[in-house]
């Protein structure tokens, strides 16, 4: 019992740490909450989604068992479940174990495709955010509907998108997926 007294209800400050140092200690699924915990987390950013996104706590339960990374991968089949004949590697590629790690950043079958388009679509609301806040677009369309255009410019900024930067010295990744410019102060991020 938390409470001072036996018979009183915790609060939900007492309640909710309970259930945190519980979902900490276990060995297979206290992934997710050791993650956050890190000291280069900003915690409260990284749990905004739930309070903010509207979503059913079905589906927030959910997306919080891939980082805790207790979805029923191949691999977690073979060496969780123990289930006798089965395969543990991925499914795609057949090259490495089928873990939540494997599918979302280290497949070779995925990365030309999903990641890819997951990564631009990042980069588009990041696009739309700058594009507005620089009075460069009065566009208002849901991020999903943006279609960001290569060049964007007023008196102010521009704004370029997949634009090759020329460098004084050869580096491997010169091409940005978006360049603003401030022009008065010609300094760009
Ligand atoms: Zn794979």
Same mark, same amino acid.
């Given at each position: 019992m938390v409470g001072a007294n036996a018979n009183e209800l915790p609060t939900d400050e007492e309640y909710n740490n309970k259930v945190n140092r519980q979902w900490s200690q276990?060995?297979?699924?206290?992934r997710h909450p050791y993650d956050l915990s890190q000291?280069?987390?900003?915690t409260e950013a990284s749990n905004k989604w739930l309070t903010?996104?509207?979503?059913?706590a079905e589906t927030e339960s959910f997306l919080t068992a891939i980082p805790d990374q207790v979805i029923v991968t191949r691999n977690y089949k073979k060496?969780?479940?123990?289930?006798?004949?089965?395969?543990?590697?991925? =499914?795609?590629?057949?090259?490495?174990?089928?873990?939540i790690k494997h599918i979302t950043a280290a497949c070779e079958q995925l990365a030309p495709t999903e990641y890819v388009k997951r990564h631009d679509g990042r980069a588009k609301i990041i696009h739309q955010k700058l594009a507005e806040a620089a009075q460069l677009i009065d566009d208002k369309s849901p991020y999903y509907k943006y279609t960001p255009a290569n060049v964007l410019d007023n008196e102010n900024f521009k704004l370029y998108r997949n634009r090759n930067i020329l460098t004084d010295k050869t580096i491997p990744?010169? =091409?940005?997926?978006i360049t603003f410019m401030n022009k008065k102060t010609k300094k760009p991020f």
């Open positions: 276990k060995a297979l699924h206290g000291q280069y987390v900003d903010n996104a509207d979503l059913f060496c969780v479940l123990k289930q006798p004949d089965t395969e543990g590697l991925c =499914r795609r590629c057949g090259k490495e174990l089928e873990t990744f010169n =091409r940005s997926d």
